[in-house]
């Protein structure tokens, strides 16, 4: 499932969106199966999951490649995390894969003064995000949700990136609140300094 920007009171838009079957494994289910036509379904989902895979690379191209709208200024990333994380963990074993600037601006809460990245607290955003409501996510136990956070970047102006302390009190925020979500692992990438990758 691939999503971008969905601002507060929206509903989740999906750019693209497919379920494909996981090929057997099991040693009891191939020795009970008829083996040709076993063969011939697993065929079937090995080509089912590269139509996919080549479908949603387009896809991922296509968002990584379009202009923000003007209508998206701010990015509510906390939002947009936690109903993924709310309406998606729980159903099965999740692997949340995020790729964004972790910068969050929304009029409640905003990673910005003057137009630039201010230094946030960790620990401050957060009590400002619990205070909000935001703090915890329903979910159902006993399902693991990985999250994979592929880089934190500095900004789109190239004069202001962020420094080791900012990477690490954001780093900081982001791990709370997705393990606070529900997220049994959490794992962000390195700082990349390149909006454009």
Known sequence: MLFRSIASGQTLA??????VEAPVT?????ANARIGPFKASQRCVEARMALHQ????????KV???????????SEIVYAVRQVMTEFAGELPVRLLVYSDGWQNSREISFYANGKPR?????????????LGFGAAE???GKPVKALWFGLLAN????????ALQV?????????????WGANDVQIGTTLNNPKL
Do not use: C, G, H
């Open 14 to 19: 999906r750019v693209y969106d497919a379920t």
């Open 64 to 74: 990584l490649n379009t202009p923000v709208s003007s209508t998206l200024a701010r």
């Open 139 to 141: 979910r159902k136990p």
């Open 26 to 30: 099991s040693e009891d289910a191939i």
């Open 168 to 180: 690490a009190e954001m780093q900081k925020f982001w791990r709370t609140l997705l393990m606070q």
């Open 54 to 61: 080549k479908a949603f690379a387009a896809a991922l191209d």
């Open 119 to 131: 230094a946030i607290v960790a620990d401050t955003e957060l009590a400002a995000v619990n205070k």
């Open 156 to 163: 789109e102006d190239r004069k202001y990136y962020a420094d």
